[in-house]
């Protein structure tokens, strides 16, 4: 099997999504911001793997764009809760960074596959 690389690091960056909002939930009480992050945080790579099996190139490129928008929003929902101290600063910027790197690589797919 191929090496994708935006798939696998899109689903690394849910697990970790994910872990983030169990403690977020269960430790901090935070269930309004987090729900957002959940869902946009895993929505970027139930997105990829749908825009890999897309029908035709204007379909994948629908959903690479939809990736590139969530992971968007999701770096929005995180400074948001770094701002209201939910989210250690260390915590936030592991996981910003790991955003800003899916959502430049969304960024290249999109536009490389418009050629």
């Known amino acids: 099997m ?8 899109s689903f690394a960056f849910a697990v970790r999504i994910i872990n983030l909002y169990k403690i977020l939930t269960q430790e901090k009480k935070e269930y309004v911001m987090s729900k957002q992050l959940l869902r946009s945080g895993t929505s970027v790579g139930a997105n990829i793997e749908e825009a890999i099996g897309g029908i035709s190139k ?3 490129r629908a959903k690479m764009s939809i990736s ?16 209201t101290d939910y989210l250690e600063k260390q915590d936030f910027d592991s996981l910003f960074n790991d955003a800003d790197e899916l959502g430049k690589l969304l960024y290249t797919i999109i536009k490389s596959s418009k050629q």
């Not at 191929?2 to 690091?9: S, Y």
């Open 58 to 60: 204007k379909d994948f």
């Open 68 to 83: 590139y928008k969530e992971i968007r929003e999701t770096t929005y929902w995180l400074r948001l809760l770094q701002a």
């Open 2 to 9: 191929k090496e994708n690389v935006v798939k696998d690091k």
